[in-house]
C-alpha cells in the first residue's frame, strides 16, 4: 500500500480518532448499559494522543480515571461508504490503545443527556503503542488483548468478542465520516474497566505481538 505519509507516526498527523462504545457485551453489562444493535460512536481529537515516555494526565475536574484497553485500526486508504468486503484493503496496520475515561464526568453527561466530550476527549486520553504493521496481526478478529495496573491483571479479552468486527465498523463508519488515511479507529474494551490514581503503573499488550507502559499523573 503506496503511502505519501510516515504512518509508523500516524499520532503526529493522523486527523482523527474514531471510538466505538459498548463493542463488548460484557463490557457493555458491567457499567449496566444495554449491548447495543448497531454501533455507538464518539470522537477524540489529535491532542488526546500520548505515546510512551511521557504520562497520562488525569483531568483536574475528574476523580474517577478508568482504563480501557482497545485494539486500534490504523487507516491507509481513505474513503467514503467502503463496501465490507473491501474494507480490510483500507487498513495500514494496527495499534494497542487505551481510551482513558473520566468516568464520573461521564456518569454525569449521561445523566444529563449530554455529549461524553469532557470524559473522553481531554489531553493525554489516548494512549498508543507503536505501529503494527497489518501483516503482523494475521486475524484481528482473534487477538488477545490485556492490561495491568501495577502488575495486576485488570483486563483481558479477546477481539472474537467483539460485536462488530472491523470490516463492519469500518463500512458503517465511513457511512457517516469520510475515512482518510492515518485515522485511527478505537474498537471498543472488554470487561474489567477500574480507576487508576496517581502515580499508578499501566502496562498493556497484545499477546506476542507489542506491549506498552504509562504512568497516571496529575497536573500541579
Known amino acids: 500500500m503506496a503511502s505519501t505519509r510516515n504512518l509508523n507516526r500516524f499520532w503526529e498527523w493522523g486527523r482523527k480518532i474514531i471510538c466505538v462504545g459498548r463493542n463488548y457485551a460484557d463490557h457493555a453489562k ?17 491532542s488526546a494522543y500520548v505515546t510512551e515516555g511521557s504520562s497520562i494526565m488525569v483531568p483536574s475536574y475528574s476523580h474517577n480515571l478508568h482504563h480501557e484497553v482497545e485494539l486500534g485500526v490504523v487507516i491507509g486508504k481513505g474513503g467514503t461508504a467502503i463496501p465490507q468486503n473491501a474494507a480490510m484493503d483500507h487498513v495500514a496496520g494496527y495499534a494497542l490503545c487505551l481510551d482513558m475515561t473520566a468516568r464520573d464526568v ?9 455529549p461524553w466530550t469532557l470524559a473522553k476527549a481531554f489531553n493525554t486520553s489516548c494512549p498508543v503503542s507503536e505501529f503494527i504493521p497489518k501483516e503482523k496481526i494475521a486475524d484481528p478478529g482473534n487477538v488477545k488483548i490485556w492490561l495491568k495496573v501495577n502488575g495486576q491483571l485488570r483486563q483481558e479479552g479477546n477481539t ?17 465520516i469520510t475515512l482518510e488515511e492515518g485515522d485511527l479507529i478505537l474498537t471498543g474494551t472488554p470487561k474489567g474497566v477500574s480507576s487508576v490514581q496517581e502515580h499508578d503503573e499501566l502496562q498493556a499488550g497484545i499477546e506476542g505481538i507489542v506491549s506498552m507502559k504509562f504512568r497516571v499523573d496529575r497536573p500541579e
Open 30 to 46: 458491567e457499567l449496566k448499559n444495554a449491548v447495543p444493535t448497531e454501533p455507538v460512536l464518539f470522537l477524540k481529537p489529535p
Open 106 to 114: 461521564q456518569d454525569e453527561c449521561k445523566t444529563k443527556g449530554l
Open 160 to 176: 472474537s468478542q467483539m460485536i462488530f468486527s472491523i470490516p463492519f465498523l469500518i463500512s458503517y463508519i465511513s457511512e457517516i
